[in-house]
């Protein structure tokens, strides 16, 4: 096993959302710890499996410290770019979206962000999964995007109804 690219104290950036795997106590699994961004300091490093190194890193914004896998992190001054959407993010076309001219998903259509592509040419890009294409999987920047409204807001009221 090769060595650990951090040492304790070294400042660090969280480049995926970590949730609760059931290890963390006083949440219920799946709810969320620390936002993909956020700085933390290394506090210890360990080994998962005996191959992989973990590193207990502690958010002093969040009050948390939590385990992450080495690549889940970067160092804090290395560069950094923001996304607007995340994994499982449910969104819309802001446009129809073609290929040769076919156009293969009309404006409004939902889809799920299956992989955020942060160093893309021109920006953020997602790969998409929309629903009327059948499992095909098209990879789309951030500009053709915009939040799926309906799924934001049955997310933030636990009581909406789905509308036909």
Not at 8 to 37: F, I, Q
Not at 78 to 102: H, M, N, Q, T, Y
Not at 119 to 144: C, M, T
Request: hydrophobic share 40%; with cysteine.
């Amino acid at each position: 096993m090769r060595g650990a690219r951090w040492d304790y104290g070294e400042p660090v950036r969280l480049t995926r959302n970590v949730r609760n795997d059931g290890t963390y106590p006083g949440l219920d699994s799946g709810a969320p710890l620390v936002r993909r961004g956020s700085i933390g300091y290394v506090v210890d490093i360990g080994t998962f499996l005996q191959d992989q190194i973990i590193y207990a890193v502690n958010f002093l914004d969040q009050a948390r410290t939590v385990g992450c896998r080495e690549e889940e992190l970067i160092g804090a001054d290395e560069a950094w770019a923001p996304s607007r959407f995340e994994f499982r993010d449910r969104v819309c076309a802001a446009k129809s979206l073609a290929i040769g001219g076919v156009v293969l998903v009309a404006a409004g259509a939902v889809g799920e962000v299956v992989k955020v592509i942060r160093d893309a040419p021109g920006g953020a890009a997602y790969q998409v999964h929309f629903d009327a294409l059948a499992g095909r999987v098209l990879q789309i920047p951030e500009d053709a995007l915009r939040p799926d409204e309906l799924s934001r807001a049955a997310k933030d009221n636990d009581d909406a109804t789905p509308l036909p």
